[in-house]
RNA sequence: GUGGACGUAGCUCAGCUGGUAGAGUCCCGGAUUGUGAUUCCGGCUGUCGCGGGUUCGAGUCCCGUCGUCCACCCCA
């Protein structure tokens, strides 16, 4: 085999290996749970939209839609993009469906997101999110529940070492004022800037405060402070958030240079960071959009929402050492001798109609006796059921428990489908544990 | 997009200053011709990421390329 000829997956795509799909499941199902006691309900929605969406909704002059979305013209000429994002499709969706109309919807979704990045730990090109939108609420008390959410979401998933910033970033008039007021600083001291810093200068000058640059601390650390420049309303509606997260026992620091990337957000903004994920250290973050809606062409309608990172998050999960095991079948059934293996297939499927709750895993293809207990050691089974020619002979099958040092016993073949789930009782009683 | 490290068997890795590859594990068979651990014996798998160059000779040196990882950047 040639190979240059085997096809690779594309940089930056990753498949979930079936060794690595447990943590994944426990994510899904602990937040479809979660998601449901808090009253929120899933919707979907299309993995393609119009280029023009995210442009409008992210923003021109954003990382994102600059350089990173996927964006091709099909064959009827239209401009479409691969989503880099779940929100703008979620709140497209709201308006085109007319589900605003002063409704209050309390949504999520999940799915693969695009954006061509280079690949690094904890960042890909496909990568996926899952979206809790709440639409439809305009007090702080919508914003404390959804990381009262999030909080409860990693203490059930047991992950510990996490850490939530919040900040506001006010309306977008009193961020207008303060951002005019931080570029005119910032061109007091262009001297100081680097490149990067420069570069923001034109386009996104609130992303200046957030740079890693030892060199710009001095710059950074003078420039005015977003939390002094809010107006009125949205300094309650922080205030109050801040003493609803008290109320509830949830630790928070406030980070005044905590901005978002996406030109959308207005108001709260929040980030869960962790230490153990290297440089891509945000997990969860999101944050109120009261202005995108009409931005879109939908009735005006405040917002807030956030995505997590699903790779993220899963590897957090493998770290905090929990045994996520694929699950181990009841019952191994080996088959050996040119009769019994005819008969083993047939045998089986009677079982599966007496006991659907027992899983059962039948040796396929051939296989000695030595290598077929072998892999039913390895399957993790509970129970082994051997079928061979002089068993046939007898009508019965032999049970030998694998986990446990009880002896190995026959059962007549008529009598399996009550005498299989017996033993394994039994065997599940933990003072039978070996 | 920028910088750095790395790429040897399915997996984890060794291979000193260039002399055409090795261990453990996994898998298969046997000791035990119908019984999973362990032990012992035997066996299978590599165009040393790919392409080019230097050399009598390259896993080893040089260049390019692809990929992974780390950081910048960005963000979930």
């Not at 994510?27 to 998601?35: K, S």
């Not at 004022?177 to 420069?198: G, I, N, P």
């Not at 000695?368 to 039913?376: L, S």
């Amino acid at each position: 085999m040639d190979k240059n000829f085997i096809v690779q997956a594309v940089r930056g795509m990753n498949d979930v290996l079936p060794a690595q799909i447990a943590g994944w499941q426990q994510l899904e199902r602990v937040t479809r749970e979660l998601f449901a006691a808090y009253g929120f309900e899933e919707m979907r929605v299309p993995l393609v939209e119009h280029t023009a969406l995210f442009k409008r909704a992210i923003g021109e002059y954003t990382d994102i839609v600059e350089k990173e979305m996927y964006t091709f013209t099909d064959s009827g000429g239209d401009s479409l993009t691969l989503r880099p994002e779940g929100t703008a499709g979620v709140v497209r969706a709201a308006i085109t469906n007319g589900l605003l109309r002063g409704a209050r919807l309390k949504l999520w979704t999940s799915g693969p997101m695009f954006r061509h990045e280079r690949p690094q730990k904890g960042r890909y090109r496909q990568f996926h999110q899952i979206d809790v939108e709440a639409i439809g609420f305009a007090g702080p008390d919508i914003d404390a529940e959804l990381i009262a959410l999030t909080a409860r979401l990693w203490r059930t998933l047991g992950i510990t070492r996490v850490k939530l910033k919040i900040n506001s970033l006010g309306t977008i008039e009193s961020r207008r004022v303060y951002r005019e007021k931080l570029v005119t600083y910032f061109r007091q001291h262009e001297a100081a800037l680097d490149a990067d810093s420069l570069r923001r200068l034109e386009g996104n000058p609130l992303r200046i405060l957030d740079s890693k640059n030892p060199d710009m601390q001095a710059v950074v650390s003078g420039a005015p402070l977003l939390t002094d420049h809010l107006d009125a309303e949205s300094r309650e509606h922080f205030d109050s958030l801040c003493a609803m997260l008290t109320g509830m026992g949830i630790e928070y620091v406030i980070d005044p240079r905590l901005v978002r990337g996406l030109d959308y957000y207005s108001r709260t903004v929040f980030e869960w960071v962790t230490d153990a994920l290297g440089a891509q250290d945000a997990i969860c973050s999101g944050g109120r959009y009261d202005g995108l809606i009409p931005q879109l062409g939908g009735d005006p309608t405040p917002a807030i929402g956030f995505a997590m990172g699903v790779e993220r998050v899963v590897e957090l999960l493998s770290q905090t050492g929990a045994p996520l095991a694929p699950a181990a079948p009841d019952v191994y059934v080996m088959a050996s001798g040119e009769r019994a293996q005819r008969t083993a297939l047939a045998l089986v499927e009677r079982l599966r109609d007496d006991l659907p709750q027992v899983t059962l895993h039948v040796n396929l293809g051939s296989g000695n006796f030595k290598a077929q207990f072998r892999r039913a050691d390895k399957s993790g089974a509970a129970l082994a059921l051997i079928l061979g020619d002089a068993e046939l002979e007898r009508g019965v099958a032999a049970l030998k428990p694998l986990r446990h040092e009880a002896g190995q016993t026959e059962c007549p073949l008529e009598e399996l489908a009550v005498r299989i789930p017996a033993i394994l009782a039994d065997l599940a009683e933990p003072n039978n544990a070996v």
